[in-house]
């Protein structure tokens, strides 16, 4: 089999060059490949080594799907040190995205050149692990201590004019790459070897460490790593590369073999297995969607507007009057205002968004565009007449979407003479920053528009899954369980805080009664009221939210829910009034309330996720398990360091789940917790 890497002098300039599509990722045989031509450097008459890769893009890392297998040397520290410890100078040149392991061989070199569209990027953190081979011990020496924490820390690759900004890089090459680097390692033959290790960190602030920790025990809560990489770094102040490396080196291999990692490298594979549609060919041809039009200005027709104005897809915005386009305008303007004031968007770059969004209350408007998506009430009637609109309107050709939640797309789609063109494009709230799209496959919709619309995720910085039609699609199908044994949990005898409280020390982003109010009480109401009486489940499970939303107890939007918020700080609070309700309720239902332990809550929520999930899976409303964690993680706050509930229960043990579902069962009733058939499959067999 022929070496991914090759080498060859060409001139007085040894060539490094690998070649290993997709991404160079750091396999054993590219490792060995280095290793040899770094043996073969050494002793030739190369006076210089340029190390430079085919294809897309520089190395992405170390190759994650040789992570938990058994490990086969060379190992990248090693081959690192030998191609730094060369004496003559050794030049990296950058294309693509340099990250993680690709980072740390660039900085393992002497000097670093890149073309202006590179990233670098240390994101090993998403994988629950910590730059493994050196990066902790020489990115800070480089760039200094707080630009490496942030870095390592919050695992965002940076464009190449900030790296040379940093000194992380030396040169951008604005000509060909190869020969712009090529001619820069002759030039520097004279340069003396640039050894990052001999390097000392520059001066810092040595309370820095604990800030850092402080602030991702918040915004990284329950997540190990990136304490280990701040621990990495400050050690790498106090002693020489060497022992820092060894400290790296033991936390590195704690972290893989640990849970949250495994879970992170699944959710990895999970959210690139997502985007891909069983059965249907990589080239299904697309349709081209240039022009977008939104019907409804509310909480998400105006996140969803911004989503694709911000990716440069002008978009026409309907609204029912004008009083409700300019209410859903000033949304979007108060968003965007939100966005450069907290600094995550250009004043420039948010007028251009801006400018890409018309508003209109005439749908004559949408004639030329190549995508509708329909986000006003949950009202399947509305709906239908909604859709039998765009029929006429629209040109052919045109996709035609629905944003319910919940609603029978079919039947929505059976309301035009285009069902083919007819599918659901779930987002979820806030729209324009949660990245999970559900793609809701209609049994009519054809195969380009869910090509299309798969890859119009990407387009739109979106992770798609493809769902079946069912009530409430993947997630809020699943979400039923969830809230109701959140509920039922408050009934029997927790507060809606200890609840929550459970929830968020189990990792969840909110606790389920919070997301409740965030989403608002009436969209659950008005959905539950759409339902006969008899399809609306156990009414002690909902009676309480009820009385809520009949009291115009929405949630945020109203100042109140579950919990009071204040105008200003938008921060909640408990609320004795709610308390008196549950305890009313209780009593009617003749509950006799009781203390209910925290473990009780997690698993009686958890696992009843899990169990839906099962079903899901069984019924082909969700193509594979893994799908189902992509959903949770990227919309549904799960923690991505347990890799959501489908693998989560994988971690538990399907024997343990299930033993616990049958005790559910016993104590709550079979209605409720009757164990999904291939739980019971994967627990006995
Ligand atoms: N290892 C193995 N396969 C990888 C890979 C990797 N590092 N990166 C990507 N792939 C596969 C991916 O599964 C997909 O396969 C195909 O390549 C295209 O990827 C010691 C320990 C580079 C920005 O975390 O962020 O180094 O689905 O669909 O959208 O310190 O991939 O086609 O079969 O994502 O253009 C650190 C991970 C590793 C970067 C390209 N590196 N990759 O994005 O394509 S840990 C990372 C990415 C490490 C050291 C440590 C992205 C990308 P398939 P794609 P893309
Ligand atoms: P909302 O009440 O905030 O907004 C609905 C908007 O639709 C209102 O501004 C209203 O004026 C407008 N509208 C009503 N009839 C119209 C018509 N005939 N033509 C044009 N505009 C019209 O509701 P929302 O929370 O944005 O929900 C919209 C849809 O998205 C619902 O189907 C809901 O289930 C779904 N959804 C909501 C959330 C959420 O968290 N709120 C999340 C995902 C999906």
């Known amino acids: 089999m022929t070496s991914p890497v090759s080498y060859a002098l060409e001139g007085n300039i040894g060539v490094i060059t690998v070649d290993n599509p997709p991404v160079n990722a750091l396999s054993q045989p590219v490792r060995q490949g280095i290793w040899d031509a770094v043996a073969e450097a050494a002793s030739d008459a190369s006076e210089a080594v340029l190390v430079i890769c085919e294809g897309r893009t520089f190395i992405a890392g170390a190759d994650i799907t040789e992570f938990g297998k058994p490990p086969a040397e060379p190992w990248l520290p090693d081959v690192f040190n030998r191609l730094e410890a060369l004496d003559k100078p050794v030049v990296a040149a950058i294309h693509g995205t340099a990250l993680g392991g690709g980072f740390e061989t660039a900085l393992s070199a002497h000097y670093r050149c890149a073309a202006p569209d590179a990233k670098v990027g240390l994101p090993e953190v998403h994988l629950g692990l910590l730059p493994g081979a050196g990066g902790t011990q020489r990115s800070p020496r480089l760039a200094g201590v707080e630009a490496a924490l942030e870095l390592m820390t919050g695992g965002k690759p940076i464009p190449a004019s900030r790296a040379l900004e940093l000194g992380l890089i030396d040169k951008i090459i604005d000509t060909d790459l190869r020969e712009g680097a090529l001619a820069w390692a002759a030039e520097l033959t004279a340069a003396p070897v640039r050894r990052t290790t001999e390097q000392p960190v520059p001066e810092h602030d040595a309370t820095i460490f604990d800030t850092f920790r402080g602030v991702l025990s918040k915004r990284a809560r329950g997540q190990i790593a990136p304490q280990h990489i701040i621990d990495c770094v400050e050690t790498a102040t106090k002693v020489p590369f060497a022992e820092g490396e060894a400290v790296e080196r033991a936390k590195f291999l704690e972290l893989m073999r640990g849970s949250q990692s495994a879970a992170m490298r699944h959710l990895f594979f999970a959210e690139r297995q997502a985007a891909k549609i069983d059965g249907l060919p990589k080239d299904t041809p697309q349709r081209s969607i240039d022009r977008v039009g939104i019907i409804g200005g509310g909480t998400m027709g105006g996140g969803i507007a911004m ?45 251009k968004c801006r400018a890409l969004i018309a508003g209109s209350t005439d749908y004559g408007d949408l004639a030329s565009v190549d995508l509708v998506i329909e986000a006003v009430f949950e009202d399947p009637e509305l709906k239908k007449k909604i859709f039998a609109r765009l029929d006429d309107v629209c040109k052919p050709g045109a996709i035609l979407a629905t944003n319910t939640s919940y609603q029978d797309v079919n039947a929505i789609a059976a309301a035009t003479g285009r069902p083919q063109d007819v599918l659901g494009l779930h987002f979820f709230s806030p729209a324009n920053i949660m990245k999970l799209l559900e793609v809701v496959r209609g049994e009519k919709t054809a195969d380009d528009v869910l090509a299309t619309c798969m890859s119009l995720a990407k387009r739109i910085r979106k992770v798609p899954v493809l769902a079946g039609v069912c009530y409430g699609f993947i997630g809020n199908r699943m979400l039923q369980p969830y809230f109701r044994e959140a509920q039922l949990c408050v009934i029997e005898g927790a507060t809606p805080e200890q609840v929550d409280n459970a929830m968020e020390a189990f990792g969840m982003a909110m606790g389920p009664l919070r997301v409740a109010d965030l989403a608002g009480i009436d969209v659950g109401y008005k959905a539950r009221q759409a339902l006969p009486e008899d399809e609306r489940g156990d009414p002690r499970a909902y009676r309480v939210a009820d009385v809520l939303a009949e009291m115009g107890r929405f949630g945020q939007k109203t100042g109140s829910g579950f919990y009071r918020y204040d105008p200003e700080t938008r921060r909640h609070s408990s609320d004795t009034e709610v308390i008196e309700i549950i305890e009313r309720e209780a009593a009617a239902f003749g509950i006799e309330r009781r203390e209910i332990p925290g473990d009780e809550i997690v698993d009686r929520l958890v696992y009843g996720l899990v169990n839906e999930g099962m079903r899901i899976v069984e019924e082909g409303i969700a193509q594979r398990a893994s799908d189902i964690d992509v959903v949770y993680v990227y919309g549904y706050g799960f923690p991505v360091w347990r890799g959501g509930p489908m693998h989560y229960a994988e971690a538990v043990g399907a024997g343990r789940v299930y033993e616990r579902i049958c005790e559910f069962r016993d104590r709550f009733g079979a209605e409720a917790w009757t164990p999904a058939s291939l739980l019971e499959t994967l627990a006995t067999e």
């Open 307 to 351: 989503s694709f104005a911000n990716a440069g897809i002008p978009v026409t915005l309907i609204e029912v009057d004008n009083e409700g386009l300019q209410r859903g305008l000033s949304i979007i303007e108060r968003n965007y205002a939100g966005s450069v004031k907290r600094g995550k968007l250009s004043d420039d770059k948010a007028s």
